[in-house]
């Protein structure tokens, strides 16, 4: 079982991104999440989360896979990825400075953009397919030599099972 999760939030085309003040991914927009805590499945680690970090109750949370990573030769884990959707009733005004850094909006074109330094190396191979509405999910896992992506390959996972694991 990993220890994080990842959350990210969508509403009209755009992502609630959080540039984080500590490492991992200093300086780089992420989605949001965090550690689980004992006894927690990774859903209700991404439900606290994203309230935590962001003061929303979001409804819808779908999970949408696992990314694992490789870093100089070590396994450095991974993390259980969700997706949900904000209603656009509901009104989240940004830019908002908080302790894990600061949320704000990105386009989901300007996320995924080609050469965009400002997000992972990893979050443009594997975002695609957790915003789809018509993709199963996969293990995403990655190679990286230092911050150079070296190897990705993703495999379609059979069954959402592992979420009920605490």
Avoid at 5 to 32: D, S
Avoid at 103 to 109: A, N, Q, T, V
Avoid at 125 to 133: E, F, I, K, Q, T
């Amino acid at each position: 079982m990993y220890k994080y999760t990842i959350c990210f939030i969508e509403q009209n085309g755009r992502l609630l991104m959080l540039n984080r003040n500590k490492p991992p991914a200093m300086g780089l927009w992420n989605g949001v999440g965090g550690k689980l805590e004992d006894g927690e499945t990774p859903l209700q680690c991404a439900e606290r989360e994203v309230f935590e970090e962001t003061g929303l109750q979001a409804a819808g949370f779908r999970f949408r896979g696992i990314v694992s990573w490789c870093v100089d030769g070590a396994d450095v884990g991974g993390m259980y990825v969700f997706h949900v959707k904000l209603p656009d009733q509901v009104a989240f005004a940004t830019p908002v400075c908080m302790d894990e850094g600061i949320l704000d909006w990105k386009e989901r074109s300007w996320v995924l953009a080609a050469k965009n330094y400002g997000v992972g190396v990893i979050i443009p191979r594997y975002l695609n397919a957790v915003l789809s509405d018509d993709e199963p999910c996969y293990e995403h896992r990655f190679v990286l030599a230092g911050n150079r992506l070296m190897a990705y390959e993703a495999e379609r996972l059979v069954s959402d099972e592992l979420l009920a694991v605490p």
